[in-house]
Nanobody, 124 residues
Framework: VRLVESGGGLVQAGGSLRLSCAAS???????????MAWFRQAPGKEREFVGR????????YYADSVKGRFTISRDNAKSTVYLQMNSLKPEDTAVYFC???????????????WGRGTQVTVSS
């Protein structure tokens, strides 16, 4: 499973960005069988959970720090998961990673496949 994030950039506080994560699967279970998540890592900090969406797209869960501002969605036909980020704050500045898992949970150890990340910078 190969994951490639895009859509990061520089935005002012209060602005919005939409991240995308495109999956390529050469063999094995199809994209629709994977639960997907977004994590982020700020400089000098540990990687933290942002949100996740189940394979069906019908169940999402978010970290308290982003709840009400960020929305995860997926398009299984396009093998892509999205992270819509609104009302961005300077503390949202981080490298954002998408990850795939065939198990459930929010711990990063449950996710076997990771993208390389995309930088999001929010200026004050």
């Amino acid at each position: 499973v190969r994951l490639v994030e895009s859509g990061g950039g520089l935005v002012q506080a209060g602005g919005s960005l939409r991240l995308s994560c495109a999956a390529s699967i050469a063999s094995g279970p199809p994209f629709i069988t994977y639960n997907m998540a977004w994590f982020r890592q700020a400089p000098g900090k540990e990687r933290e959970f942002v949100g996740r969406i189940y394979w069906s797209g019908g169940n999402t869960y978010y970290a308290d720090s982003v709840k009400g501002r960020f929305t995860i969605s997926r398009d299984n036909a396009k093998s892509t998961v999205y992270l819509q980020m609104n009302s961005l704050k300077p503390e949202d500045t981080a490298v954002y990673f998408c990850a795939a898992s065939q198990t459930l949970g929010i711990d990063s150890s449950r996710y076997a496949y990771w993208g390389r990340g995309t930088q999001v910078t929010v200026s004050s």
